[in-house]
């Protein structure tokens, strides 16, 4: 069965620390991994997408990696911030239908305190 | 500016009054689709469209309805709403799926079905 797991559930951290989201996936075949933020009452917003053959991609304080043979994924975030307290979701798409069927992790629950 | 607008934001309604939250974007995207989030379940994907005319069921398709009759518009139709409907709404849409483009999201609609 294709599922999304992250972990931890929610994280609690102080301003300026660093930390680390993971999501482990059995979707197969895989098309690529999308990690998204998402503010409390928004709709998600893309930060990272890396397909089979990335295993790196940054944007600004947040580095996506991917290990395809392990199917696991992990977000890191750098210094961080009062604003990127927000839900953060992982999600798979499948190559095997034609219209890209998506697999949807249900977040992690990120607060930063200051 | 490129963006997913949903209207209403928000709808307090009974059970079994026919309803549609209309869904448009302007950035000429084939695919488009209709999520729910629910506290501790994530965002679950009810229905998408790869194209106009083309349509399929996701995860959670019961009760609702869909249809692509234009490329910038996909409204979803609760023909006979019930209390079990009140959630939290997204439509989202990008230009490609397996090709790893980004979903562009709307702000949510929030519906309370009494």
């Known amino acids: 069965k294709n599922q999304v797991e992250q972990s931890p559930q929610s994280l609690i951290i102080l301003e300026g620390k660093n930390c680390t989201l993971q999501?482990?996936?059995?979707?197969?075949?895989?098309?690529?991994l999308r990690w998204y933020k998402q503010d409390t009452g928004r709709g998600p917003v893309s930060l990272t997408i890396?397909?089979?053959?990335?295993n790196t991609k940054s944007n600004g304080r947040y580095t996506a990696t991917l290990d395809a043979d392990t199917k696991q994924s992990s977000l890191h975030i750098t210094a961080s911030q009062l604003s990127d307290s927000a839900s953060y979701i992982c999600?798979?798409?499948?190559?095997?239908?034609?219209?890209?069927?998506?697999?949807f992790g249900r977040g992690t629950q990120l607060t930063v305190w200051p | 500016e490129a963006q997913v607008t949903q209207n209403p934001r928000y709808l307090i309604t009974v059970t079994g009054k026919k309803l549609t939250v209309t869904c448009s974007q302007n950035?000429?995207?084939?695919?488009m689709s209709w999520y729910r989030q629910d506290p501790g379940l994530g965002l679950r994907q009810i229905y998408y469209?790869?194209?106009?005319?083309?349509?399929d069921k996701g995860d959670v398709p019961e009760g609702y309805k869909v249809s692509r009759k234009e490329k910038r518009n996909f409204p979803l139709i609760l023909e006979s709403p019930s209390p079990n409907q009140t959630s939290l709404y997204f439509c989202?849409?990008?230009?490609?799926?397996?090709?790893?483009?980004?979903?562009?999201f709307g702000d949510g609609t929030r519906l309370s079905i009494l």
């Open positions: 989202a849409s990008s230009s490609g799926q397996v090709s790893g483009q980004p979903q562009h």
């Open positions: 999501c482990n996936y059995t979707v197969s075949p895989f098309s690529n």
């Open positions: 890396m397909t089979f053959s990335e």
């Open positions: 999600v798979v798409t499948d190559r095997g239908s034609t219209l890209g069927r998506l697999y």
């Open positions: 950035m000429n995207h084939e695919y």
């Open positions: 469209s790869m194209n106009v005319e083309v349509t």
